[in-house]
């Protein structure tokens, strides 16, 4: 079982270009996220699924697009990238509960490290 | 914007000492999430608290949601080397489907 997997897990861009990384997950998840990870700051999530075809921006969604068209991959795109965007990207995904509690777990990949010089 | 915010960011302990790590914020949760991720992983779930004054336990590690739901703690007894790496709490308002995370606190045990 692969859980959650994130290609590709190193990147280095330069400033202007473009990239889409990808999160597969095999369990059946209705909810998708990407956060972004820097020193000292936490995860901060920059836009999340709640179902196939659904999107929605979460803290930190400038600069960023998403794309959910299959509800196993949940895309992340960066149309023109910026220094500002170097960090580690972690995809997760968790599923919608039928009943409380309504909290459950999140799953996450394994990162995807992007240098943007 | 609901913030959770964890203290302290670093802590360096010798084996076999105790430890406590807070998260706190001035908003409500319907419920708060504990992380453990170690470098060049994600984060992977420890527990999760949903009820004002729960404490759960989890072997040596003992956590615990504010009355008011507004913070936690996490408290390690007789820390090893392997309890070494970054925890996160994770807080979940009561609409929406968002979880918003803390800056983390990285643990070092020392043998």
């Known amino acids: 079982n692969a859980g959650v997997t994130q290609t590709p897990k190193f990147r280095v861009l330069k400033t202007g270009q473009s990239m889409t990384l990808l999160c597969a997950q095999d369990m059946n998840h209705e909810y998708m996220y990407w956060y972004r990870q820097d020193p000292g700051m936490g995860l901060r999530l920059i836009h999340y699924?709640?179902?196939?075809?659904?999107?929605a921006k979460g803290e930190v969604p400038d600069g960023y697009n998403v794309s959910r068209l299959k509800k196993q991959n949940f895309l992340l795109g960066l149309e023109s990238a910026a220094p500002s965007q170097t960090s580690v990207y972690f995809c997760?995904?968790?599923?919608?509960?039928?009943?409380?509690?309504?909290?459950?777990?999140?799953?996450f990949g394994q990162g995807t490290r992007l240098t943007v010089v | 914007t609901q913030l959770l915010e964890q203290s302290p960011q670093f802590l360096s302990i010798q084996e076999g000492e105790n430890l406590t790590v807070y998260c706190n914020s001035s908003?409500?949760?319907?419920?708060l999430q504990w992380y453990r991720q170690e470098p060049g992983e994600g984060p992977v779930l420890l527990v999760t608290?949903?009820?004002?004054?729960e404490v759960k336990k989890l072997k040596r590690l003992t956590f615990q949601f504010g009355d008011a739901r507004k913070d936690s703690s996490l408290h390690i007894t007789a820390a090893q080397p392997g309890d070494t790496g970054l925890y996160l709490c994770?807080?979940?308002?009561?609409?929406?489907?968002?979880?918003?995370f803390g800056g983390g606190t990285r643990v070092l045990v020392k043998p």
């Open positions: 997760a995904s968790s599923y919608r509960p039928a009943a409380p509690p309504w909290d459950t777990e999140a799953f």
């Open positions: 994770a807080g979940k308002a009561a609409a929406g489907n968002k979880l918003t």
């Open positions: 908003s409500v949760f319907s419920s």
């Open positions: 699924s709640v179902g196939e075809g659904t999107t």
């Open positions: 608290v949903v009820t004002g004054g």
